[in-house]
């Protein structure tokens, strides 16, 4: 059973760096897609990131992309989002999940998740 579990999440000031970790256990193989999404009050849930444990090929949310950088450290089982020049837009519930496969296209699509861990929250203050 795959299970994944974020921590990192905090509150900030507009302008500020947060790096969220997602530790991901019961699943020891390469074929696998992990992905970061975050959800606002009110909104909908929206993709930020997604990396392929396999290559490392990571795919980006537009509205983020020159601001966050997500990586992996395979020896921990970690997959991590680095954030920085974080606006108060960015707060959120983040979101780690698991698709057992490439990623696959559209990166974006919560539908390819079907393992998700509790959330962390993320508070930017302006």
């Known amino acids: 059973q795959v299970q994944l579990v974020e921590s990192g999440g905090g509150s900030v000031q507009a302008g500020g760096s947060l790096k969220l970790s997602c530790e991901i256990s019961g699943y020891p193989y390469d074929d696998i897609c992990i992905g970061w999404f975050r959800q606002a009050p009110g909104k909908e849930r929206e993709a930020v990131a997604t990396?392929?444990?396999?290559?490392?090929?990571?795919y980006y949310a537009d509205s983020v992309k020159d601001r966050v950088t997500i990586s992996q450290d395979i020896t921990k089982s970690t997959v991590y989002l680095q954030m920085g020049s974080l606006k108060p837009e960015d707060t959120a519930t983040y979101y780690c999940a698991a698709d057992l496969d490439r990623c696959r296209a559209p990166f974006d699509d919560v539908r390819w998740f079907n393992y998700w861990g509790q959330g962390t929250q993320v508070t930017v203050s302006s």
């Open positions: 990396i392929y444990r396999g290559s490392g090929s990571a």
